[in-house]
């Protein structure tokens, strides 16, 4: 098992930039693949971005894909989302969460460990 904590969220404007960051704990990091995902009041859980435990092969939603990178650094035990072009359709809390090991970061119901979240707010 793997603590996850983000950070990283804030108020930003509509075309703006943002980078999450989600630092683990545990010795399993490295060896697990990797998600982000989003929650805004009133809807569920939407999948973002995967990435596997070596980092080689990403994968996103339609909704983000082109604006959103996932990356991983194993040496820091960090991952990260750079956020581009944000919309204001983009407010929600974010999480990482840590897939359950072996399995392939696509499918939400793969992941086993979850942060806490980060709020993030796209004015326009």
């Known amino acids: 098992q793997v603590q996850l904590v983000e950070s990283g969220g804030g108020l930003v404007q509509a075309g703006g930039s943002l980078t999450l960051s989600c630092a683990a704990s545990g010795r399993t990091f490295s060896s697990r693949a990797m998600g982000w995902f989003r929650q805004a009041p009133g809807k569920e859980r939407e999948f973002l971005a995967g990435?596997?435990?070596?980092?080689?092969?990403?994968y996103y939603a339609d909704s983000v894909k082109g604006r959103f990178t996932i990356s991983r650094d194993n040496a820091e035990n960090t991952v990260y989302l750079q956020m581009n072009s944000l919309k204001p359709e983009d407010t929600a809390v974010y999480f990482c969460?840590?897939?359950?090991?072996?399995?392939?970061?696509?499918?939400?119901?793969?992941?086993?460990?979850w942060g806490q979240g980060t709020q993030v707010t796209v004015s326009s």
């Open positions: 969460a840590a897939a359950y090991y072996g399995r392939n970061p696509i499918a939400s119901t793969h992941y086993e460990d």
């Open positions: 990435i596997t435990w070596s980092g080689s092969s990403t």
